[in-house]
């Protein structure tokens, strides 16, 4: 019932900056925690970042961390991906995910399997 649409990727050059976005829609619970993962070509699927219902609580994969920024405006039903100085390392379709209830239980924001839906992913280029 919970349909999520990722936006904002495309071709850029390493140092540039990009910011996507994803917009749920049909949701029939109260509230949902957000996770953003990314796989590049040949690789597993690997968690980025995360962030609670009301923003509070935020996680970030150690190599994105003080690059990427997770926010996200209930209002709009939208979470965003900030990113900042990326790198040619930084290529790979961005998914977003959504998991029911507002905190994650220890450790599942890490994890695509905790999640209970997933966007179709956007891709992002870095060339160098």
């Known amino acids: 019932q919970v349909q999520l649409v990722e936006s904002g990727g495309g071709l850029v050059q390493t140092g540039d900056s990009l910011r996507l976005s994803c917009a749920a829609s049909?949701?029939?619970?109260?509230?949902?925690?957000m996770g953003w993962f990314r796989q590049a070509l040949g690789a597993e699927r690997e968690f980025v970042a995360a962030?609670?219902?009301?923003?509070?609580?935020?996680y970030y994969a150690d190599s994105v961390k003080g690059r990427f920024t997770i926010s996200r405006d209930n209002a709009k039903n939208t979470v965003y991906l900030q990113m900042i100085s990326l790198k040619p390392e930084d290529t790979a379709v961005y998914y977003c995910?959504?998991?029911?209830?507002?905190?994650?239980?220890?450790?599942?924001?890490?994890?695509?399997?905790?999640?209970?839906?997933w966007g179709q992913g956007t891709q992002v280029t870095v060339s160098s």
């Open positions: 995910a959504a998991v029911i209830g507002t905190e994650f239980d220890s450790g599942t924001y890490y994890y695509p399997k905790d999640y209970d839906y």
């Open positions: 049909g949701r029939t619970f109260s509230s949902y925690a």
């Open positions: 962030i609670s219902w009301s923003g509070d609580n935020t």
